[in-house]
């Protein structure tokens, strides 16, 4: 069965400082693989996905990720954060046809 | 358009009463996922129903919890008993079809007393 590992809990950020993100997942074929993110009182919004192609995936919000198939990783960068992207940032891995299998959330807070 | 819809947004309940709460998908949407999210523990997979074929039980955490999803459309969790650790945040998400990303409803806020 699929998993997916999000190892940072939460993480601080100054306001225009680069991000990342990581995400670590477990599945025996090329998953699909998904970030989304969840403001305060907001719902799940999807940031990106991969499911094949270039390895480097942009997004909404100046977000990107990267598939690195050798460390089972997708990690999410942003260059310079700004004080909107305080959120609830969730990895997902959905193989083909199956469920989609949701890390536990690392939650962004953003300081001035 | 109309996105997912999930109600009631907000149930608080007593120990051992059952609850429904429900789902509607976005119209054409063949995949269907019920999620929990409690404090700390990101989003548990409850279960996934993927057009007309047998639904994928396997995250549901006992048998005080069902689900169905009636004429490929509209989704209703059952929680028999509810006990005070059922209270979470029950999201429902859609999608066009399989390995699509998911469209997420604003949940259903259910507290146990």
């Known amino acids: 069965a699929q998993s997916v590992t999000q190892p940072d809990i939460h993480i601080t950020v100054s306001e225009g400082a680069s991000l990342e993100l990581r995400c670590n997942y477990s599945?025996?074929?090329?998953?699909?693989l998904f970030w989304y993110v969840q403001s305060p009182g907001q719902g799940l919004q999807l940031l990106l996905k991969?499911?094949?192609?270039?390895?480097l995936v942009q997004g909404i919000k100046g977000f990107e990720a990267e598939f690195k198939r050798s460390q089972s990783s997708f990690n999410l960068r942003k260059p310079s954060v700004h004080w909107s992207d305080a959120a609830e940032y969730f990895c997902?891995?959905?193989?083909?046809?199956?469920?989609?299998?949701f890390g536990t959330g690392t939650k962004l807070q953003v300081i001035p | 358009g109309a996105g997912v819809s999930q109600s009631p947004s907000n149930k608080v309940t007593e120990k051992g009463k059952d609850v429904e709460l429900r789902c509607d998908p976005i119209?054409?949407?063949?995949?269907l996922y019920w999620y929990r999210q409690s404090l700390g523990q990101g989003l548990e997979f409850l279960i996934y129903?993927?057009?007309?074929?047998?639904?994928?039980k396997s995250g549901l955490p006992s048998d005080r919890f069902s689900a169905e999803r009636t004429g490929g459309s509209v989704s209703t969790l059952t929680i028999q008993r509810t006990q005070q650790e059922d209270s979470a945040v029950y999201l429902c998400?859609?999608?066009?079809?399989?390995?699509?990303?998911?469209?997420f409803g604003n949940g259903t806020r259910l507290t146990v007393t």
């Open positions: 599945y025996g074929a090329t998953p699909y």
């Open positions: 129903f993927q057009g007309n074929s047998a639904p994928d």
């Open positions: 119209s054409g949407h063949t995949a």
């Open positions: 991969y499911f094949s192609g270039d390895t």
């Open positions: 998400a859609s999608s066009p079809y399989t390995d699509s990303p998911l469209h």
């Open positions: 997902a891995v959905g193989p083909q046809g199956q469920k989609v299998t």
